[in-house]
């Protein structure tokens, strides 16, 4: 029974010779079908011949490919890690090699690749052609920094939060002892008193703890794209912030070169424009006889902006590589802040797709927050 199965299954070589596929052929058809990127390189760096794969991956034609060597379209920081293991194989100290380098896509974009080489040579042992194999891992390297750097965030994000909240909670706990004698000697006025430094001091760990939650927020939260019409977002997030104080002492002017809506994520992007307004309100020189907050959208080329600009206090240029990273305060003095603020914006405007920029005026002091989203991450309408 068992032979008669092994019978079933062999290979009859009458079909073998049917097929009529010599090695070379067999090569080339694997080449040419392979889900990864291969190709034959000559010992001067020149293509020879190349799959479909590696055409998909790098964004030239197979023609275009075999005009050009590899070290053309490799980054130049990753060159000497490449030519150096080259020299290895060619000199038999190794039969193989792996390196993650990164590539230019013809549209100039970089994409990383895993790169696979070994080298085959003729009967005298001469070299004749390099066989590499490219996996593009351009997004696994894209998903491994975000999470290291998510981990480096996360550390820094504990540390932080572990000194904010227990430094005033063990001052409380010795003003609210002081509080409990002041009331037994009968001392009210500094009972009193020192109650009220601890009320200031639950309000700033509320504050802290709420800007924690948002923070959360705004990473968790899925939302989807809906038309957002910008200068409505605008005029409501004036009205919801002129309660703040100094409010009515700004002159603010509007400006939309683009009227009309954007296709976004709504709490996000209302996140961003609440954050730039607020920041100009709360942090305005005070010694200027006039203060004033221009906000104002235009487009360029294909790209949304979003800019507020004000002759406020503005941020120092020793700062400035700061000023999105959390737990930073700039002028704790004008006003108390969970250093939260412009980090969380930072995170909308990545999830958002778009980039975030600060610029002082040419003349005097104050900023300009822009916020881009390109056509990619919107739609116009």
């Given amino acids: 029974m068992v ?20 090695r070379k052929n067999m090569f080339r058809l694997a080449m040419e079908h392979s889900g990864i990127g291969m190709a034959l ?3 001067d760096g020149n293509w020879l011949k190349v799959n479909q794969a590696i055409c998909d991956i790098v964004g030239y034609t197979a023609s275009e490919l075999v005009n050009l060597d590899f070290q053309t379209i490799t980054h130049p920081d990753d ?53 590499s194999q490219i996996q593009d891992i351009t997004a696994q390297k894209k998903a491994s920094d975000e999470l290291s750097l998510a981990n480096e965030e996360m550390e820094a994000f504990s540390y932080r939060l572990t000194h904010d909240l227990c430094s005033p909670l063990s001052s409380m706990e010795y003003v609210m002892e002081m509080a409990a004698k002041y009331i037994e000697d009968g001392d009210l006025p500094n009972a009193l008193k020192t ?22 927020k705004i990473k968790l939260q ?49 996140q961003i424009i609440d954050n730039f307004i607020s920041n100009a309100i ?8 006039n203060s004033f907050v221009r906000i104002s959208t235009y487009r360029t080329d294909d790209d949304f902006v979003l800019e507020v ?22 002028h704790p003095e004008a006003s108390f802040g969970t250093g939260l603020g412009l980090y969380m914006v930072k995170k909308s405007a990545d ?30 309408s």
Avoid: C
Wanted: glycine share 6%.
């Fill in 3 to 22: 032979k008669k199965v092994i019978s079933k299954l062999s290979w009859n070589p009458s079909s073998i010779s049917k097929v009529n596929l010599d």
């Fill in 41 to 43: 390189i000559g010992p």
């Fill in 79 to 131: 060159l000497q890690d490449d030519l150096a293991l080259l020299k290895q194989l060619l000199a038999g100290e190794i039969q193989t090699y792996n390196l993650d380098k990164r590539y230019f896509h013809k549209n100039g974009q970089l994409i990383w690749a895993k790169l696979t080489v070994s080298l085959v040579r003729d009967d005298d042992q001469q070299p004749l052609y390099f066989i």
């Fill in 195 to 216: 109650l009220r430094v601890t009320q200031a001091g639950i309000t700033k760990l509320s504050e802290l703890v709420e800007g924690v939650l948002d923070v959360s």
């Fill in 222 to 270: 899925e939302e989807q794209n809906l038309p957002v019409d910008v200068p409505v977002v605008v005029y409501k997030a004036l009205e919801a912030l002129s309660y703040m104080q100094n409010f009515s002492r700004l002159d603010i002017e509007t400006r939309f070169d683009y009227i009309g809506s954007i296709n976004t994520k709504p709490q996000k992007f209302i």
């Fill in 282 to 289: 709360k942090y305005q020189d005070t010694s200027k006889p």
């Fill in 309 to 330: 600009r004000d002759n406020g206090l503005g941020v120092d240029e020793i700062y400035r590589g700061k000023l999105f990273t959390m737990f930073e305060r700039f």
């Fill in 351 to 380: 999830i958002l797709g778009g980039t975030l920029t600060y610029s002082a005026p040419a003349v005097g002091k104050g900023s300009i927050f822009r916020l881009t989203l390109p056509e990619s991450a919107v739609r116009f």
